[in-house]
């Protein structure tokens, strides 16, 4: 079992910056991929950022490439996703999620764990 917890979120004005992070527990936090997905309301979930097992590759949403960066420190089991330049569409509810299987996928399905989210909200 992987237990991961989101802290980090809340409401900002258009143009400013948070930082999330995902605190993981459990299994050996190295040996998974991470992600970061959102959801606003009455849409998909959908795919922020993910990073492998040793941080040194990652990939990004075109709508938050250059502005948001995904990273982990495998020392700590954590997972940081800073943000800058938010948009009002960036408001959803943020979640990261761990991959067991390296499938290093964008969709929900390939992440076996996640975290019960953070609320990001963007004033416009």
């Known amino acids: 079992q992987v237990q991961l917890v989101e802290s980090g979120g809340g409401l900002v004005q258009a143009g400013g910056s948070l930082r999330l992070s995902c605190a993981a527990s459990?299994?050996?936090?190295?040996?998974?991929?991470m992600a970061w997905f959102r959801q606003a309301p009455r849409k998909e979930r959908e795919f922020v950022a993910r990073?492998?097992?040793?941080?040194?590759?990652?990939y990004y949403a075109d709508s938050v490439k250059g502005r948001f960066t995904i990273s982990r420190d495998n020392a700590k089991n954590t997972v940081y996703l800073p943000m800058s330049s938010l948009k009002p569409d960036d408001t959803a509810v943020y979640y990261c999620a761990a991959d067991l299987d390296g499938l290093l996928g964008v969709r929900p399905t390939a992440y076996d764990y996640w975290g019960q989210g953070t609320q990001v909200t963007v004033s416009s």
């Open positions: 459990g299994r050996t936090f190295s040996r998974y991929d």
């Open positions: 990073i492998n097992l040793s941080g040194d590759r990652t």
